[in-house]
């Protein structure tokens, strides 16, 4: 008698996805790949998702359901939420463990620019993102950590933007860790905009 096939959930899955992810790029990841890291067949994936691409749809419609998630618990490790935007930037460099871990998740990005189904995940993603950094820079503004009349609308953009940026400016220069330069990146937008009291 074979035994009963292990019950996964899709956060299960959704998991496996990622490890397979970080050491695979889109032309090498398979169903296959992502179900023997799940500790399923790759006919169960089929049964549940259809596809790879059917599975990474929904992967990407749970990432942008919870895409406020992180800011929020990154908020509520720190008195200060110009310290939580750090924090955010840092949890960013992770992207770029390695100059080869970058290149196979701007492969992924394009993957998700791309396709129609992808993209609008990606963008719902993307507008939580900038609207908690907005949050933070209101809150930041309340506290009077940034100068009055600091306009946050604009600087959550330009955040969100040189934060994507470093990770580039990184991958080429390569100058100390990933880290380090968003740090770096991000104060130098922020440091402009701090009480006196604040300047770093």
Known sequence: MSPRPRKVSDDDIFGAAYRAMERLGPSELTLSEIAAEAGVTAGALVQRFGSKRQLQIALAEGVAQSAGDLI???RAKHRSPLAAIRDYAECMAQLAKTPEALARNLAYLTVDISDPDLRK??????????AGLRELLDEAARMRELRRGTETSALARTL???????LFSWAIYREGTAARCMREHVDAVLDPHLTRRQVR
Request: without cysteine; aromatic residues 0%.
């Open 160 to 166: 969100e933007t040189v934060i994507g940026g470093a």
């Open 72 to 74: 929020r618990a990154l």
């Open 121 to 130: 995940h990606l963008l719902v993603q993307s507008r939580a993102t900038r």
